[in-house]
T-cell receptor, first 110, second 119 residues
Framework: ELKVEQNPLFLSMQEGKNYTIYCNYS?????LYWYRQDPGKSLESLFV?????AVKQEGRLMASLDTKARLSTLHITAAVHDLSATYFC??????????FGTGTSLTVIP | KAGVTQTPRYLIKTRGQQVTLSCSPISGHRSVSWYQQTPGQGLQFLFE???????NKGNFPGRFSGRQFSNSRSEMNVSTLELGDSALYLC??????????????????FGPGTRLTVL
């Protein structure tokens, strides 16, 4: 069974700082998705990474994928309060199944 | 374009009862997937429907079932509810035409979820 691990589970950071969330998965896959979930809300798609070495950036968030290492990272640059949310990675697997990571709860402190 | 809608948003049931949740996908999307989200188990895939057929199924007992209608709207049913079924149930739609994962590169759009509480 494919396992997806995220770390850290909880992240408290000050505004203006940089940090990285890691997503490791156990079985070969060449596509990785990042989602954001605000409290009480549904999931919002952030990035779709479809090949080894893929890098995508949107505002203060940048995601990358290393399929050889089975690792994706979500880098936060100069964090602002609006980025406070829970971030999930999801690994695409055969037969249209998606396995989600445990989530990283990010709190940005002013 | 309207997003994915789910009804009801909140539901309270007792053990042993059954429940039906509804999901209307984004117009033009024919794939609907269902997920269960709990604090302990996180987000887990339940099943996917495409063109009224269940294409994929996660590792859940037979008490969990679903169906899809010709207009792509989908329902999921949980029979003989247990306390552990309390969760946020999310549906997601996409244009995912191919049955094989490698054919599909688009993302899924999630609905707001139905919060089910089993007492």
């Amino acid at each position: 069974e494919l396992k997806v691990e995220q770390n850290p589970l909880f992240l408290s950071m000050q505004e203006g700082k940089n940090y990285t969330i890691y997503c490791n998965y156990s079985t070969t896959s060449d596509r990785l998705y990042w989602y954001r979930q605000d409290p009480g809300k549904s999931l919002e798609s952030l990035f779709v990474l479809l090949s080894n070495g893929a890098v995508k950036q949107e505002g203060r968030l940048m995601a990358s994928l290393d399929t050889k290492a089975r690792l994706s990272t979500l880098h936060i640059t100069a964090a602002v309060h609006d980025l406070s949310a829970t971030y999930f990675c999801a690994v695409g697997y055969s037969r249209n199944q998606f396995y989600f990571g445990t989530g990283t709860s990010l709190t940005v402190i002013p | 374009k309207a997003g994915v809608t789910q009804t009801p948003r909140y539901l309270i049931k007792t053990r042993g009862q059954q429940v039906t949740l509804s999901c209307s996908p984004i117009s033009g999307h024919r794939s609907v997937s269902w997920y269960q989200q709990t604090p302990g188990q996180g987000l887990q895939f339940l099943f996917e429907y495409f063109s009224e057929t269940q294409r994929n199924k996660g590792n859940f007992p037979g008490r969990f079932s679903g169906r899809q209608f010709s207009n792509s709207r989908s329902e999921m049913n949980v029979s003989t509810l247990e306390l552990g079924d309390s969760a946020l149930y999310l549906c997601a739609s996409s244009t995912r035409e191919g049955a094989n994962y490698y054919q599909n590169t688009d993302t899924q759009y999630f609905g707001p979820g139905t919060r089910l509480t089993v007492l």
